[in-house]
């Protein structure tokens, strides 16, 4: 079975561009999480879908983030205009639906670097 | 606000040694507790989680970790580190309020000497 997959592996842009990330979640999987790792810090928790809604995007830094799920399948993860600040690594989780203790499973992570 | 604390950003052990990695967590009612593992160029790995009953967890790899109410803590432990241990290593929360969503420690960067 396929795990999360996630593209590209790493991004290199300059700051103003605009950079998409995609996650392929674990097929049957109607949880989707992103998390991002500021350089330093902890992972920090981005937004939820459930299938293709938006569970809890309380994590989302700004508005010029912009995550959807279509079909609820896969998703994908936009900034635009990119900023030095969001260079970090972008990581999806998937997770089956049922009660929260059910294991999340997480991709290799995205490496976006803004320069 | 809810949080997690891995005091130690880097450790070095020597191969065959024990190690303990601390984990702290700000009070919560019913805290799910998790260790990841990050090898390089990998995704984070679960090592183990904690949800309820016996406090002493076991997990892949030789792992386990200890869940302790009265101390906030859920420290993770090896007897005896491989060096193919070296990683870094994450400790994580669930408060279950968002259905799933987790909160992480800064990590721990594990070196092992040869």
């Known amino acids: 079975e396929a795990g999360v997959t996630q593209f590209p592996s ?4 300059e ?5 998409t990330l995609r996650c392929d979640p674990i ?5 989707l999480y992103w ?18 809604s ?6 989302m830094p700004n508005n010029r983030f912009l995550a959807e799920r279509t079909g609820g399948t896969y998703s994908t993860l936009k900034v635009q205009p990119a900023e030095l600040e969001d260079s970090g690594v972008y990581f999806c989780a998937s997770r089956v639906t049922g009660s929260r203790n059910t294991e999340a499973f997480f991709g290799q992570g995205t490496r976006l670097t803004v320069v | 606000a809810q949080s997690v604390t891995q005091p130690d950003i880097h450790i070095t052990v020597s191969e065959g040694a024990s190690l303990e990695l601390r984990c ?7 805290p799910y507790l ?18 309820s009953g016996d406090t002493l967890v076991q997990g892949i790899k030789g792992f386990e970790a200890e869940f302790k109410r009265s101390q906030s803590s ?12 070296a990683a870094e290593y994450f400790c994580a929360v669930n408060y279950g309020g968002s259905q799933g969503n987790l909160i992480f420690g800064k990590g721990t960067k594990l070196s092992v000497k040869p």
């Open chain 1, 54 to 59: 938006k569970q809890d995007e309380s994590g």
């Open chain 1, 35 to 52: 998390y991002r790792r500021v350089m330093g810090k902890e992972i920090k928790f981005l937004l939820h879908f459930v299938k293709e």
């Open chain 1, 10 to 13: 790493h991004s290199v842009i």
């Open chain 2, 34 to 51: 998790f260790w990841y593992v990050q090898s390089p160029g990998q995704g984070l790995q679960l090592l183990l989680k904690y949800f």
């Open chain 2, 24 to 30: 702290n967590y700000s009070y919560g009612a019913t």
């Open chain 1, 15 to 19: 700051k103003g561009q605009t950079v």
């Open chain 2, 74 to 85: 859920f420290n993770l432990r090896k007897p005896s580190v491989h060096w193919s241990d």
């Open chain 1, 27 to 31: 097929s049957g999987h109607d949880n």
